[in-house]
């Protein structure tokens, strides 16, 4: 068996999916897990502070400098040192061990609210008469049903979707909003993302669950089809500079979930929502990240 690398990060928790993503699209990742640790300094204020560890079948290269220039592009994007945590870094290679199974370790089933679980792929789930369940390989960065911009996207799915209808998902991950959609009775789901390495994943969850859905890359401003719901959990920054393009792509009168706010960043989403003229008809919150519904009135 090859040996394989452990690194461990110290991270600002919120942004476990972004810096995951970072090692995904740049090394040989094979799965990510947080620790998270909770203290009370002597003024007694509650901090966290959360170490990545990043599983890696070959040695990181570069890793240095790959880390620096992504460190800076989330700076240009108004991210603070603060914010980003501190990224110290450990390497450690590891002789002779099943990585694969060792991060498996931690993974259960997620319970997302009554009526939703997200299920690991290897473990066996039955699902209560009423549940919904989506299985995963969460060794993709996005989507794992863990994360709370996921879980608020599927709250909102939950409450407005509406059978029957057409469902968009901007920023698809692991493909598991459209799939839950799907299985929520949509009449159609279609997922993009700009990374093209999880297309491949969404069309095999979409297999082990069963469902039809549509995955490619793309982006919004491309899309000509209208949406009666659309979902865009994607980074604040993101979505309040495409938010006129993921306006275009709703039918009047559509609903749309936007989440992966965090809640000190929300005004620069709200000036983009109020900029479109859409409707906020639901602010759902957990944690210290926030989510809105929104519909088009005009
Ligand atoms: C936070 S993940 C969300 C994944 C999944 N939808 C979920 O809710 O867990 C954001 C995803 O958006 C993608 N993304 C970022 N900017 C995008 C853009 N402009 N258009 C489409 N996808 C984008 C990223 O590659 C990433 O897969």
């Not at 945590?85 to 997302?112: A, C, F, M, P, R």
């Not at 792929?121 to 969460?138: A, C, F, G, R």
């Not at 920054?237 to 749309?256: C, R, S, T, W, Y």
């Amino acid at each position: 068996m090859n040996n394989y690398f452990e690194l461990k990060i110290v991270i600002n928790p919120d942004l476990e999916e972004i810096v995951a993503d970072i090692f995904f699209s740049n090394f040989d990742c094979e799965g990510v897990v947080l620790e998270e640790e909770t203290y009370k300094d002597l003024e007694m204020t509650s901090t966290t502070k959360g170490t990545l560890r990043v599983f890696l079948t070959s040695y990181p290269l570069n890793l240095y400098d790959i880390l620096k220039t992504e460190r800076e592009l989330l700076k240009n994007r108004g991210l603070t040192d603060d914010e980003l945590g501190s990224w110290e870094i450990t390497l450690d290679e590891k002789e002779n061990q099943d990585w694969s199974k060792k991060w498996k370790e931690k993974w259960t089933v997620t319970h997302v609210t009554d009526k939703i679980a997200v299920v690991p792929s290897w473990l066996d789930y039955t699902p209560k008469s009423d549940e919904v369940i989506i299985i995963l390989d969460p060794g993709c960065a996005f989507g794992t049903g863990t994360h709370q911009t996921t879980q608020l996207c599927m709250k909102a799915l939950e409450k407005y979707l509406n059978k029957g209808d057409d469902v968009a998902d901007i920023g698809t991950g692991s493909g598991i909003l459209a799939i839950l959609a799907k299985k929520f009775g949509a009449n159609s789901v279609y997922g993009c993302d700009i990374d093209e390495t999880v297309i491949d994943v969404c069309k095999e969850n979409a297999v082990i669950n069963n469902t039809e859905a549509i995955f490619e890359l793309n982006t919004a401003d491309k899309i000509t089809k209208k949406y009666d719901f659309v979902c865009a959990n994607i980074l604040h920054f993101v979505l309040a500079e495409i938010m006129g393009d993921l306006k275009n792509i709703m039918k009047p009168q559509a609903l749309m979930s936007l989440s992966g706010i965090l809640d000190e960043k929300k005004d620069m989403v709200l000036d983009a929502i109020r900029r479109e003229n859409l409707q906020i008809i639901d602010t759902i919150s957990q944690d210290q990240w926030v989510s809105y519904v929104v519909k088009k009135v005009d």
